[in-house]
Structures are given as C-alpha cells and as structure tokens.
C-alpha cells in the first residue's frame, strides 16, 4: 500500500493535537473522512482540519470506499462494536487505548480482524517515543545487567472535577471506561513493561474507593511476575496530597527510573551507581511515531509494535486487578 487513506471515528480532544494532525501531515498517509455523532461538530472538525469528507454515522464512514483504515478515538465501550464493524468492511483497524472495556472484547476484536484478514493496531504510542526506545535499547544492551525487579508509582490528587456527581467526566465511570484513572492512566505503564520486560503473566491485587466521589476505584496496588521471572509491585492513588510518576527497573548491574507520562530525564545508574541523564522532548503530535510505523507496516518497510496481541495483554492485567472490586460493584448496581 502506497498511501494510506484514513477516516476517524470519534473526532474529539485526543483527536486535535495528540493523533489527528499525524494522519495528514506524514508522508504517504490522509485523512479522508471524520465522524462524530454530533454532525456539526464533525463538520466544524473538518473544516478546522481541512478533511473533505465529514459524517455522523460510522457505518458511512466504514463503507467509504476512499478509506483504507479507520481509527477509533471513542471512549473503550464502543471499540468492540465499531472495530467489528470496521473489520467487516475489510478496513484496517487502528483503535484507541485500553483496547477495549474486557479481556473477553480484546479477543473478539483480535478474532474479527483475524477473520476478515485485517491488521488491528493498538494505540500504545509510548512504544514508538524515542525515550522509550532509549529505555529498551539500554535494559537489552545489558546495561543495568539482568532486569531482576520494578516499583511503579502513580500518585494524583484529587481534582474538583471529580466532585460533582452529576457531570463526571467519561473516564471515571466504569461503564464506559472499564474503571476509572487507574484504567486510563495506569494502561499506559502496564503496556511499556509489556514492551521493555515482557509478558506479565500472574498478577494479585487490590483496588478500592477510598474518597467514594464516583464509582470507579481510586486506589490500586497490586504485585506481579513476569514470562522471565522479573517481578514487579505498583501503587496507583488519585486521592493523594502529591504527585508523583516514578517506575525503578532494577537490574544486576544498575538501575534506570523513568516517569511514564512528561518529559522528565530517563535516569540511568551504572553498576559503580554513577548517574547518566538522558533528555527527550515528546513530540507535539505525540501519536505520530507510532502512526508512522503503522504506515511503513503497510509499505513492507516496518513492523508496528502495538498490536491488537500485545495491547489485550496489559486489560488482561488490569482485568486481573479489578476482578474483585468489579465483582462488588457490580453487586451494589444490582
């Protein structure tokens, strides 16, 4: 494929700066076609854009002939149901993070784009970021020596936002979501140690409300193992006093801590526990490396990280994590 011509499902704020721009600004990839259930949003976003095509219902948009793949930027509990639709039009898959609202829907979709030959790509675009790859390509240089252990923190306060019980933003609201900030950030941390260190494949944990301002958890701690026996705790709070983003990999020979989201320095110990600093800026289109890797995928020229397998592992994780707390939930909504 020479060119890759993209339609968007879901033309909202991660859509503006994040993702969008890549699809027409990159070399061999345009954006067709946006969608949006609110048609004069959709239009005003095309028109912003400069995309010729605009629509309020995804089944045009899918069946768009012009189109090759479709990206969806909808909240987790539509990306099932518009990536079987999109499969089913024989249109390549590019669908937003966590993968969807279940471990059980991941391989669904996984299934439904096998089914119809299509790839499905994951938008996990931190395993594209030169920062991250810097990471990578230090832990398998041998740097730190053998990875033996990780310690992820993720501490937010609570924003007022949170505080109305009637204009809660979608991504705390677990029929929506799938969880609350925990799903929506954490994924994000999970799905980069899938790609530094491997398979995550037993975890324990525990999650509960501990602020009850809305119905997803707040505060997640849990402990796992890795494929190659690394093991790994985290603690993820959203009603904290302070903030902190810090994930320690300790290996044999050193240690490297990085932040998962900003632009702070990776921090690189040595096996004498000299510090080295790396600095990388995120680009302002943040998607668009991996965006990139997905065009040149479609060339022949490159494989694509994140992927429909790799991104259903990390909601298993979560899946794992939440099971009880989802289960108690889900016997109070009753």
């Known amino acids: 494929m020479q060119k890759t011509r993209w339609g968007i ?21 345009e954006l067709i076609a946006v969608m949006r259930r609110d048609a004069d949003l959709a239009k005003d976003f095309a028109k912003r854009h400069n995309v010729s095509k605009w629509y309020s219902d995804a089944k045009l948009l899918v069946n768009d002939p012009d189109i090759d793949a479709v990206y969806i930027a909808t909240p987790p509990s539509t990306h099932k149901e518009y990536t079987l639709l999109a499969a089913e039009a024989g249109k390549i898959v590019y669908v937003e993070k966590p993968m969807a609202l279940t471990f059980s829907e991941c391989n669904e979709m996984i299934a439904a784009c096998q089914s119809h030959n299509v790839p499905l790509f994951v938008a996990y675009y931190r395993r594209a970021l030169p920062r991250f790859t810097k990471i990578k390509s230090l832990i398998d240089s041998g740097a730190i020596g053998t990875p033996r252990i990780v310690v992820c923190q993720l ?78 705790v985290g603690i993820w709070n959203f009603v904290a006093s302070s903030r902190e983003d810090k994930v320690e990999i300790v290996g044999t020979k050193g240690k490297i801590t990085f932040a998962t989201f900003g632009n702070s320095p990776i921090s690189y110990y040595d096996e004498n526990n000299t510090l080295h600093q790396f600095h990388f800026e995120n680009p302002t289109h943040i998607q668009m490396p991996l ?39 889900h016997s109070k909504t009753k």
């Not at 994000?188 to 995550?200: M, P």
């Open 155 to 232: 501490f937010r306060e609570m924003e007022s936002r949170y505080l109305d019980p009637d204009n809660l933003p979608w991504f705390v609201k677990p029929e929506i979501s799938g969880g609350g900030l925990f799903v929506d950030l954490a994924c994000h941390t999970l799905d980069i140690l899938d790609f530094l260190l491997g398979k995550i494949i037993s975890v324990k944990g525990h999650s509960n409300s501990q602020a009850k301002a809305y119905p997803a958890e707040d505060c997640v701690s849990m402990s796992f193992m890795f494929e190659n026996q690394i093991q790994g």
């Open 9 to 29: 499902i879901g033309c909202g704020n991660v859509t503006e700066v994040k993702s969008g721009p890549a699809f027409y600004k990159l070399e061999n990839s």
């Open 291 to 329: 965006i990139q890797t997905i065009v040149h995928q479609l060339q022949g020229k490159d494989i694509c990280p994140s992927n429909g397998i790799s991104a259903s592992r990390t909601s298993w994780v979560i899946d794992e994590v939440l099971k009880e707390y989802r289960a108690e939930l």
